[in-house]
């Protein structure tokens, strides 16, 4: 069964770069033809799909954070990773990584997700 599993700071402070990693067990992140999301969820708002990576390689972004995001991955250590550059406080959320068979995901409900890890960005 594959299970998704986050890390990395917990606070960021304001102009820096958030990154986390989803490490991923019980099936490779090359397995046809899934997508490997991040999504987050601001305190006390909604669900917010950030970007993908797909089994293939190719990235795909939220067009509303796509010149702030970058996501990437480590065939090697079955990881993906998500950079967010230029966090304001507005960025602090739960972040989620995610696979599922559809490219944009924001139900829990539909695949399969990590746990999910709280990131604060404050000075």
């Known amino acids: 069964q594959v299970q998704l599993q986050e890390s990395g700071p917990g606070l960021v402070k304001p102009s820096q770069t958030l990154s986390l990693t989803c490490t991923v067990s019980?099936?490779?992140?090359?397995?046809?033809?899934?997508?490997w999301s991040w999504i987050r969820q601001p305190p006390g708002k909604g669900l917010e799909w950030m970007g993908a990576?797909?089994?293939?390689?190719?990235?795909y972004y939220s067009p509303s954070l796509k010149s702030r995001t970058s996501i990437s991955r480590d065939t090697s250590k079955n990881q993906f990773t998500l950079q967010l550059s230029s966090v304001t406080p507005e960025d602090t959320a739960v972040y989620y990584c995610?696979?599922?068979?559809?490219?944009?995901?924001?139900?829990?409900?539909?695949?399969?997700w990590g746990q999910g890890t709280l990131v604060t960005v404050s000075s």
């Open positions: 995610a696979r599922d068979l559809k490219l944009v995901v924001s139900d829990p409900g539909q695949g399969v």
């Open positions: 019980g099936g490779s992140i090359t397995t046809n033809y899934y997508y």
């Open positions: 990576i797909a089994y293939s390689g190719k990235d």
